[in-house]
């Protein structure tokens, strides 16, 4: 797979010995299989570590956790909870809009496209990197779940703090990597309309990251989306 990919030269360093595990080759080969027998995948795999080519390792300073791709034509990208420009805002973006809409006043964009975020420093890491069209959670179990445990390994035993939103179990499975004496780490809900209701509203989670991040030197992110042009 590393042969084939394109990665950014930080995480290519950091992660060099997790492509050469045997999950990997068992992923790959997997994938292969998949494309071989006709199924689309979702991301394209150019973008299949897009959320590591936009925001090397060093310049981490929040990471946020989403589940799988979005499964339909279009949508994903390699960022979780973004869409593509001109792709309907899925529901639980929709969600997190309303949430920074209630936590900082930020009103809430108009496009989905969440890349100014990822060059600000904010990691969005799905935990499962591909997905089957119109199948969800269809790569789920196949070694991605390693891989990104890897990756939140990697920026959690940084010297610099950093912000973890874990929203939902299973972004919440990855918080035993990482220590909340020297990181922030946020739990919250799924921002899903089944669970949002439930402790994401009102979490306060982006107010409290950028406090944290002030206090430790870091600078604040600015969560506000420039309008496509």
């Known amino acids: 797979m590393s042969s084939e990919i394109k990665l950014e030269e930080s995480w290519r ?17 997997f994938l292969v299989a998949e494309r071989e027998a006709g199924k ?19 310049k981490v300073r929040v990471v946020i956790l989403g589940q799988d791709p979005y499964h339909g034509p279009g949508q994903a990208h390699g960022l979780c909870f973004s869409v593509q420009p001109g792709v309907k805002i899925p529901p639980s973006l929709v969600n997190i809009y309303k949430e920074l809409k209630g936590d900082l006043g930020i009103e809430p964009a108009r496009h989905g496209f969440l890349e100014s975020w990822a060059e600000q420093g904010v990691l969005l890491l799905n935990s499962v990197l591909t997905v089957e069209d119109g199948k969800a959670a269809s790569h789920a179990g196949r070694g991605w779940e390693r891989f990104t445990d890897a990756v939140v390994r990697r920026v959690a035993e940084r010297p610099d703090p950093a912000v973890f939103m874990l929203w939902g179990s ?28 439930g402790g994401f509203f009102g979490s306060k989670h982006f107010s409290r990251a950028n406090v944290f991040l002030e206090s430790s030197g870091l600078g604040p992110v600015d969560w506000r989306l420039p309008a496509l042009t």
Do not use: C
């Open 13 to 29: 360093h950091a992660l060099a010995e997790e492509f050469e595990q045997p999950y990997m080759r068992d992923l790959r080969a």
């Open 40 to 58: 689309r995948i979702y991301p394209r795999a150019s973008n299949w570590f897009r959320a590591l080519d936009l925001t090397p390792l060093n």
């Open 170 to 197: 299973h972004a919440q499975r990855k918080a035993g990597f990482v220590d909340g004496s020297r990181h922030l780490v946020l739990k919250s809900v799924h921002p899903s309309p089944l669970s949002a209701h």
